[in-house]
């Protein structure tokens, strides 16, 4: 499975859009403590499905969503998208598809939606793709 893109809105540290592209070979996370490296892992681990809340270093699941600052408004909402690549058609059950967009969304108190290529599916159907 190759992942290609990631895009976080409003996950933890990340208020605004972020995208990271990820090339062949080899893809690095440098930087000083409290960048957000390790956010970034949690947000994908989240995309695929997790559910526990203490295992992405949070109380409950709002708290994946940006808190504010003194200088900035806090969300109503997160979301992490994750694109792979599909053009060798590794993922049978979408082999027509060249590329698959693996999204997760929360809203304040609301819970969380999944979306597979646009399409609403259940955190199951997230859990068995990955």
Known sequence: MKFTRLKITGFKSFIDTTILDIKEGLTGLV???GCGKSNIVEAMKWNM???GPSKLRAGEMND???AGTKGRASRNSAEVILTIENSENSLQS???DEEI???RKIGKDD???Y?????EVRQRDVQILF
């Open 31 to 33: 930087g000083p403590n």
């Open 94 to 96: 979408y082999k027509n």
């Open 111 to 113: 819970g969380s939606t």
């Open 115 to 119: 979306r597979i290529n646009n399409k």
């Open 49 to 51: 499905g997790e559910a």
């Open 101 to 103: 967009e693996v999204s």
């Open 64 to 66: 994946l969503i940006f």
